[in-house]
């Protein structure tokens, strides 16, 4: 499979636990997306990357999320201290160079937190 | 930053007839439009976009209309079937490329 892959599907943490998160952009991309999105909602923007450097990270966003790429390849996506209001899915997108073309997305992961 | 502003929230229309969804965005310097389809429990898939050097493309039963002055681009989806229902979702990409998404369309095609 040469697209977005996303693991895990699905998770399930209890409330104040750390989950981390990983997406695998397609090989040439050099853009990487994080977004989240809640039923009924659209993808909501959480932060980017161009290579290994991180763009920006959205104002909305607390500082329980980080997001590294460390070698402009596969990106992580970490939770500290998981709320419920967290519970959501996590979608990751990649494009080629400055964004202006398609993104492909992932198949995202489901966090539920109980 | 960009806000993409989207309507309607729901549309329901009869299979043959049209569906037209409008977006609104407010970054001046935005230039690529795309349109993104999301069927339940699968991820958001492009299905035609625009960049701005460009007023409207079509593609078979879909096209895309961009008025740069007024900040509004929208959908249209001519001769609607049953699998055209799903979610879309209009986005936009600001001047560095960041990609955001309007708050999506629930469109029903009942037979």
């Known amino acids: 499979d040469t697209g977005v892959s996303q693991d895990p599907r699905h998770k399930i943490t209890k409330r104040g636990q750390n989950v981390t998160f990983r997406c695998d952009p397609i090989?040439?991309?050099?853009?990487l997306y994080w977004y989240r999105q809640t039923l009924g909602q659209g993808p909501e923007f959480l932060t980017y990357f161009q290579n290994e450097a991180q763009l920006e990270k959205s104002r909305l966003l607390s500082d329980r999320f980080s997001a590294e790429r460390p070698k402009g390849s596969f990106s992580t996506l970490e939770i500290q201290r998981t709320e419920q209001g967290d519970s959501a899915m996590y979608l990751c997108a990649s494009s080629l160079q400055q964004g202006n073309t398609e993104a492909f997305f992932g198949q995202g992961t489901r966090l539920t937190v109980v | 930053g960009e806000n993409v502003e989207q309507h309607p929230s729901t549309l329901s229309v009869q299979e043959g007839d049209s569906a037209v969804i409008k977006c609104t965005y407010s970054?001046?310097?935005?230039?690529?439009f795309p349109w993104y389809k999301q069927e339940l429990g699968k991820r958001p898939q492009l299905i035609i976009d625009?960049?701005?050097?460009?007023g409207e493309k079509k593609d078979k039963r879909i096209a895309v209309t961009l008025n740069k002055t007024a900040k509004h681009f929208s959908l249209h989806i001519t001769e609607t079937q049953p699998e055209d229902s799903a979610v879309y979702f209009c986005a936009s990409t600001d001047s560095w490329g960041k990609l955001q998404f309007g708050a999506g369309t629930q469109v029903v095609v009942t037979p």
């Open positions: 090989s040439e991309h050099n853009r």
């Open positions: 625009i960049r701005s050097n460009v």
């Open positions: 970054d001046s310097a935005s230039n690529y």
